[in-house]
Structure formats: C-alpha cells, structure tokens
C-alpha cells in the first residue's frame, strides 16, 4: 500500500544494482524534475553515500518525503512506472498494509450496495421504460472520460471536486440527522401516555444520533486527507467511516420497526417460563397438556367423591360448569384466542343436597 513512498528510486540504474546502490548512481539516474529535492532528502537523513538502499527503504519519513517529491515535480508516467521498481528494491523490508482492512469494508458495503442498485437500474428500465439523469451518472461515475479516474495520463478530463462534494454531503446528511431527531420531540412529549413510555419512545428516536456522530467523524477525516499525497493508504480511514456512517443509518431506522416484536418476544419467553416454572408436571411438559391433565384430574376427584354419596336418596343434584380462558399477556393485555387451546371437556363440579 506504501510503494507510492519510493517513487522516487524509479531512476536508480537497475533491480540488482538498485539494492545496494550508491548515492553517485542515485542522482545520475534522477531526472531534473526531481533533482533538487532527492539530494536535499538524501542529506537530511544522513545516508551513507555507498548505501542509500538501506537507508531509504528503511526510513518511513525519508520515503514519504521522496514520495511527495516525485508526486510534487514529476508526471504521472514516471510515478506509475516507479511501483514497479519498488517491489524488488526492497523485497527484504518489511511493508506496512491496510490492503485487507480496504477488502473486508468493500465486500461487506458491495453484497449490500449493489444488488440494490442492480434492481434500481432494472426497475427503470422494465418499468419506466428510460433511464433518467440520475441513473446514467451512477453508471457513468464522477469523471469524463471514465478512463481518466485510473489513468493519470489524461490530462484533458472533467471530473466533479470530490472534496466539495465530501463536505457537502456530509454537512446535509448531519442537519438531516439533527432534524430528525429534534422534530418528534414535540409531538412525543404530548402524547397522552404515561411518562416512562414518552422517554423510552425519545430514547428510540435517539439511536439516530449514532448516525450523526459517524457523519462527524467521517467529515473529520475528509478535512484531514483532502490534500494527500498517499491516498491509498489515508483514503482508508474515509472509505470505513463512510461504510459505518451508512450502516448505522440502516441500523437506527430498523430498529423502531422492529420494537414491537422484541418486546413481544420477550414477554412471550418471560410468561412462558413463568407457567412451566408453576405447571404440575414440572417444565417438561406443554401448556396445553398441562391444562388438560388438569382439568381431567379434577374432574375425576370431583366424580370420585360424588359416586360415594349415589346411595343417598331423596337428594338434590347440583352441578356447576366452569369454563376456564387463559390469559396471554403481551403488550395491550389482549385475551388470547381460545381456539388455539386444545379442546377439554368443560370440568363439573357436584355435590348432594
């Protein structure tokens, strides 16, 4: 990710001769663009004259400064042409990388990013017929000709101020951010509910300033790199913070939908561990087979004490019937459904007057 550091070493006299090579064979092989600023790099850091591989490849500053100078003076050409040298210059000099933590936030933010953008150029086109403004620069991107954002070479391209355009962004999205969560204040704190439901519902709409504070931090880096001489190394920070930045924004405007079913949930687990807890036969069993085990013991011991006074004669039989619903306490304290309950014989209750 750093070879942009040692651009400069593009004109050292060859591969072999470049590992070991001098400070003579250095400045013979530097062309006048960048003259001036390698012999004042080379003196500053003190480089044996017979030795400047190890000095450089070794020295962080001094690469970074033979890299701002290449960039500085020289074309495009000689740049590109210099990474190829690198590599073999220093192969035996450990290289800083940040190659992964770039391909893990780019898999991540593809699967998610552009199969929606897939279907958004489909249903243009299935439906509306025609691709509007909109959609053609999605697809045609920020430069023209396209070719010109990888290919330095072309001088003559047009391409939008991507700082502006950063700053620009990231400023509406945190006013957007801090609207949205000022505008249902008002509207919350009226709502004729009790006070502890107002402030969990205020601390529901304010997820969404998790939001914001990865706009900022995001707008942070954007100011800190605009004028980088080693993007693909600074240009990491920005494309992670823009990802989290999107992420949360998905997260914090799921989560309100999604309430109602984790409180649902939760009860739900809660009164059903509480009815095993006091079940009779333990939590082993089902609801249902409990509620019937039940009643068919009572009814049975009901009966059994009826069946010893049958030799009575003269009597009154009474009977009362019960029916029994079981109360499902979810959010809105609703009565549950009594279909969903297996049917049991209604449990008889008798004795003789």
């Not at 086109?125 to 330095?152: E, F, H, M, N």
């Not at 949205?180 to 205020?202: C, F, M, T």
């Amino acid at each position: 990710m750093r070879q942009s550091h040692l651009l400069p070493l593009l004109w050292l006299a060859g591969t072999e001769q470049a590992r070991a090579a001098s400070a003579i064979e250095v400045l013979s092989q530097t062309p006048a663009c960048a003259y001036d600023c390698v012999i004042d790099s080379l003196t500053s850091a003190a480089c044996s004259p017979d030795d400047v591989t190890s000095c450089v490849c070794a020295n962080i500053t001094l690469q970074a400064e033979l890299s701002i100078c290449a960039q500085t003076y020289c074309s495009f050409e000689y740049q590109l042409s210099a990474a190829v040298v690198e590599g073999d210059l220093c192969a035996a000099y450990p290289k800083a990388s940040r190659s992964w933590t770039v391909e893990r936030t780019i898999i991540v933010g593809s699967v998610i990013v552009f199969p929606v953008i897939a279907l958004r150029l489909f249903a243009r086109a299935q439906y509306a017929k025609r691709l509007w403004a909109d959609d053609y620069a999605t697809i045609l991107g920020a430069c023209i000709p396209v070719d010109s954002i990888w290919d330095r070479n072309i001088t003559d391209r047009r391409c939008v101020t991507l700082p502006a355009v950063g700053y620009s962004s990231s400023a509406l999205a945190i006013a957007e951010d801090v609207a949205i969560l000022l505008l249902p204040i008002p509207q919350v704190w009226r709502l004729q509910i009790p006070l502890d439901r107002r402030l969990g519902l205020l601390a529901l709409f304010s997820l969404g300033f998790f939001a914001c504070l990865t706009s900022m931090i995001r707008m942070k880096f954007l100011v800190q790199y605009t004028n980088t001489f080693d993007a693909t190394w600074d240009y990491v920070d920005i494309v992670m913070w823009s990802f989290i930045e999107q992420a949360s924004a998905l997260l914090c405007c799921s989560l309100p939908a999604a309430r109602l079913f984790i409180v649902n949930a939760a009860l739900y687990l809660t009164s059903k561990r509480r009815f095993l807890a006091r079940s009779p036969n333990g939590p082993g069993s089902s609801p249902s087979e409990d509620q019937a085990q039940y009643h068919s013991r009572r009814n049975v011991a009901q009966r059994g004490r009826f069946s010893q006074r049958e030799g009575h004669s003269g009597g009154i039989l009474i009977t009362r019937a019960f029916e029994v619903s079981w109360r499902n306490m979810n959010q809105r304290g609703s009565v549950a459904s009594a279909n969903n309950m297996l049917p049991r014989p209604a449990p008889t209750y008798a004795r003789a007057v």
